[in-house]
């Protein structure tokens, strides 16, 4: 079915640490992994995608991993920042056609 | 000059009214899409259309109706409101089809009494 897991649904780092969030999906047809961060009452934007060709994708503090053969992938996020608080979906293509989401991970950046 | 526009921002409304969603992009896009965001967040499409032609048509009530007269505009009209489709509800648009960036637009935040 279609299906994206995402782990933890709440994550609370310390301004400086690193944050990981990890999702898991079941279509072995995906090939699109995107990343959007929602900050409170604004609409979702992208930070970084991957494709099913690359392994690792860096932009400064944030990088994507992607692990075909296990079907997950994973967000980190370094040297963390109280603007990055936010909620952070990942998402996968499903079908070609459409993109499901994971349900979202509030994150929250202690100073 | 922004690129996805949808408007009213607040909706609050009566069971059983009916009511529109207008939602316009100016990026050239060929693809818009309805997603529904409810009170935990979760993030569910509802339809997409690829110049001007139904795509995705989700599990959703037919009460939910979308219409897109050109590519740069994708509009959704629901009958008969129910306090369950209190909701925010998102317009977006991509270049092409689904695996290609989503930009969204700024919501629309429905509250059915």
């Known amino acids: 079915g279609e299906n994206v897991e995402q782990h933890p649904s709440t994550l609370s780092v310390q301004e400086g640490d690193s944050a990981v969030i990890k999702c898991t999906y079941s279509d072995s047809a995906s090939n699109y992994f995107p990343w959007y961060k929602q900050e409170l009452g604004k609409r979702p934007q992208l930070i970084i995608d991957i494709r099913s060709n690359v392994g690792e994708k860096k932009d400064q503090r944030i990088a994507v991993t992607l692990n075909k053969t296990a079907k997950h992938f994973s967000l980190h996020i370094t040297e963390t920042q109280p603007e990055d608080s936010a909620v952070y979906f990942c998402a996968a293509s499903i079908g070609g056609n459409k993109l499901v989401f994971g349900a979202g991970t509030i994150l929250r950046v202690k100073s | 000059d922004t690129a996805v526009s949808q408007t009213p921002k607040y909706l609050v409304t009566q069971m059983g009214n009916d009511k529109s969603i207008k939602c316009e992009q100016n990026?050239?896009?060929?693809?818009m899409y309805w997603y529904k965001q409810d009170s935990k967040k979760f993030l569910k499409i509802m339809f997409s259309y690829n110049n001007k032609e139904l795509i995705i048509n989700e599990t959703v009530p037919n009460r939910f109706s979308p219409k897109s007269p050109d590519k740069a505009h994708l509009n959704l009209h629901i009958n008969s409101l129910e306090l369950g489709d209190s909701a925010v509800y998102f317009c977006?648009?991509?270049?092409?089809?689904?695996?290609?960036?989503?930009?969204f637009g700024s919501g629309t935040q429905l509250s059915v009494l």
């Open positions: 990026l050239g896009h060929d693809t």
């Open positions: 977006a648009s991509s270049p092409g089809s689904s695996d290609e960036k989503l930009f």
